[in-house]
């Protein structure tokens, strides 16, 4: 278990990841958190389910590995998501038509059980990243920045 918590954290740093900040820090306001909110719905809405796209071999992504990524998916869906989307796809004719993802979209469980246990997974993949957690304020998607 230990091994996967680092593979993970290794991969979040390469990785990177993108969340509303906590209550008082110097993060976004209100008004970008609705904005984050905005983009991760459009994200997730026009996005592909992370585990059939990474089993593609003609996805990639710019700077993980895939590797890393369906580690990372398979450990969130373990904590409780609802469903994984890759988002900010972009095909890309000179590479030989792969097609690129730009983040992971996870949609939030309801049921708040759920939803607590998802918060203290990300919350810790955040922390091994040296990024700050978030409070659970309600919203419906969480994602991971990818590039």
């Known amino acids: 278990m230990k091994a996967i918590a680092l593979f993970v954290a290794v991969g979040l740093v390469v990785l990177g990841c993108s969340k509303p900040a906590s209550e008082g820090d110097s993060g976004p306001g209100a008004d970008e958190k609705a904005q984050y909110a905005k983009e991760d719905a459009a994200d ?22 895939k590797e890393t990524v369906a580690g990372l998916v398979r450990d ?11 988002g900010k796809l972009d095909k890309l004719e000179d590479t030989g038509n792969k097609e690129f993802g730009g983040d992971l979209v996870v949609k939030l469980p309801g049921d ?36």
């Open 112 to 147: 708040a059980a759920k939803r607590k246990t998802m918060f203290t997974a990300m919350n810790k993949f955040w922390a091994e990243a040296g990024d700050d957690p978030t409070k659970d304020e309600g919203q419906q998607y969480a994602s991971f920045t990818l590039d």
């Open 76 to 86: 969130i869906y373990a904590a409780g998501a609802d469903e994984i989307r890759v």
């Open 44 to 65: 997730f809405g026009a996005g592909k389910e992370a585990k059939v796209w990474l089993a593609d071999p003609n996805h990639v992504f710019f700077k993980a590995s």
